[in-house]
């Protein structure tokens, strides 16, 4: 080891190497992708073929860099003119669900609303916010249009925003 202080300049070529190593492994991994059209992808993701059509949640704390492990998620369809509750559910150590929120025949197309309760959350992890907090109940309301397609619902969230998508 030298005694030669670090500068902006010297990580310069170890983050070109790293970088070349990260682009040479997703290369490596490209070929196993699920084949894709101009509209996207048109096969399945091999991890998931042969799995039943289900809703899935993933919960991401962001601000804390962990998996949503205690958050509280109540599923909610629109029927008529109103919310009709389903389910309420806890993220397990992996932010998930233990189960999907909706498969066999409990799964079809509809409006639902996943409600994301954010207070009880950062307050179970003894975060330190100003009162009341920016965020409590958070929804997620999306569509699903056609129940033959698994629907993933991942989110990431800290105490002053969120943001959903239908991942994979």
Do not use: N
């Amino acid at each position: 080891m030298t005694d030669t202080p670090l500068t902006r300049r010297s990580f310069f070529p170890a983050g070109l190497a790293i970088g070349g190593l990260g682009l040479q492994l997703a290369g490596a991994r490209a070929a196993d992708a699920p084949a894709a059209s101009a509209s996207g992808l048109t096969t399945a993701p091999a991890s998931m073929s042969g799995v039943s059509p289900r809703l899935t949640v993933h919960a991401i704390d962001s601000f804390h860099g962990v998996t949503g492990a205690g958050l509280k998620l109540d599923l909610s369809r629109f029927e008529g003119d109103r919310w009709q509750p389903i389910k309420s559910v806890q993220a397990t150590a992996g932010g998930r669900p233990a189960d999907p929120l909706l498969v066999g025949d409990s799964y079809r197309a509809g409006r639902y609303e996943v409600l994301l309760h954010l207070d009880d959350y950062f307050a179970m992890m003894g975060a330190k916010l100003p009162q009341p907090a920016f965020l409590s109940k958070v929804p997620l309301r999306f569509v699903i249009q056609d129940a033959s397609q698994r629907v993933h619902l991942a989110a990431l969230f800290s105490p002053w925003g969120y943001s959903y998508y239908r991942g994979s």
